[in-house]
Nanobody
Framework: QVQLVESGGGLVQAGGSLRLSCAAS????????MGWYRQAPGKQRELVAR???????NYVDSVKGRFTISRDTAKNTVYLQMNNLKPEDTAVYYC?????????WGQGTQVTVSS
């Protein structure tokens, strides 16, 4: 089992920045992938960024160059630094852990970007 606790969402103007945090209940080096997904109203949940236990990262094209996923293994925490935010980034952001090929989810945190 993996418990995930997210923090860091909020309201920001377009062009602003936010950093999301996700604290895991077990060593993130033991978790195949840690990632961030988002779901906007009326849309499907989509993968935003993920990091493999080995450190490889992947991003959806729409956030490349603006978002950065990183981790602090001592704190078992994964971060999503979001810069140059756009109104279309507005969504509920969910932390995800893929551990032993089962998915675990955080409670979600709202990110709202005003124009």
């Amino acid at each position: 089992q993996v418990q995930l606790v997210e923090s860091g969402g909020g309201l920001v103007q377009a062009g602003g920045s936010l950093r999301l945090s996700c604290a895991a209940s077990r060593s993130i080096l033991s978790i195949n992938y840690m990632g961030w997904y988002r779901q906007a109203p009326g849309k499907q949940r989509e993968l935003v960024a993920r990091i493999h236990s080995g450190g490889t990262t992947n991003y959806v094209d729409s956030v490349k160059g603006r978002f950065t996923i990183s981790r602090d293994t001592a704190k078992n925490t994964v971060y999503l630094q979001m810069n140059n935010l756009k109104p279309e980034d507005t969504a509920v952001y969910y932390c995800n852990a893929l551990w032993l090929w089962d998915d675990y989810w955080g409670q979600g945190t709202q990110v709202t970007v005003s124009s």
